[in-house]
T-cell receptor
Framework: GENVEQHPSTLSVQEGDSAVIKCTYS??????FPWYKQELGKGPQLIID?????GEKKDQRIAVTLNKTAKHFSLHITETQPEDSAVYFC?????????FGAGTRLFVKA | DAMVIQNPRYQVTQFGKPVTLSCSQT?????MYWYQQKSSQAPKLLFH?????FNNEADTPDNFQSRRPNTSFCFLDIRSPGLGDAAMYLC???WGTGFGAAFFGQGTRLTVV
């Protein structure tokens, strides 16, 4: 079946450094790729998304890149802050079906 | 603020005793989803409603049912909860013919005793 692989599972960075999370998807028909941030005890929050006809998208300190040929997409967070500490999920969607990656726990050390 | 609201935030139920979780939304989205998220795992889609059309995932157990009486409300019914059903249940909404679940509620954490 379809799956999304996400790496790394845990990432620890110093405040101010950049963080990169990478995902690979298997369903070539996926056409929408959202990223979610989930804090402890809360629901996932959409932080950025990209559609299959776009290669890159940026929103302030967050950027996402998509390589459809390789079926890879990545999240880049620059100038990390302690409040960026959370679990981040990538996902690949086709129609109503969204497959999530296993998540990356990001720790930003002050 | 427009949002997705889930009640209750925490629910304790007895093994085998039916339980209902509720979700409401003020976004007027036509699609509503229910996800199950177990500890340290990714959310897993149980089913979704596109307007009134119910769509069950192939691997969702029969023990899980859902109702959507109107655009704003959606319910998750667990007919006979087992210990393995203890999890966070997430409601989400989106608009249109499907670009994934964009807005999640805060979730209901279900404990089965």
């Amino acid at each position: 079946g379809e799956n999304v692989e996400q790496h790394p599972s845990t990432l620890s960075v110093q405040e101010g450094d950049s963080a990169v999370i990478k995902c690979t998807y298997s369903d070539s028909a996926s056409n929408y790729f959202p990223w979610y941030k989930q804090e402890l005890g809360k629901g996932p929050q959409l932080i950025i998304d990209i559609r299959s006809n776009v290669g890159e998208k940026k929103d302030q300190r967050i950027a996402v890149t998509l390589n459809k040929t390789a079926k890879h997409f990545s999240l880049h967070i620059t100038e990390t802050q302690p409040e960026d500490s959370a679990v981040y999920f990538c996902a690949a969607s086709r129609g109503f079906k969204t497959i999530f990656g296993a998540g990356t726990r990001l720790f930003v050390k002050a | 603020d427009a949002m997705v609201i889930q009640n209750p935030r925490y629910q304790v139920t007895q093994f085998g005793k039916p339980v209902t979780l509720s979700c409401s939304q003020t976004l007027n989205h036509n699609v509503m989803y229910w996800y199950q998220q177990k500890s340290s795992q990714a959310p897993k889609l149980l089913f979704h409603y596109y307007d009134k059309d119910f769509n069950n995932e192939a691997d969702t157990p029969d023990n899980f049912q859902s109702r959507r009486p109107n655009t704003s409300f959606c319910f998750l019914d667990i007919r006979s909860p087992g210990l393995g059903d203890a999890a966070m249940y997430l409601c989400a909404t989106s608009w249109g013919t499907g670009f994934g679940a964009a807005f999640f509620g805060q979730g209901t954490r279900l404990t089965v005793v």
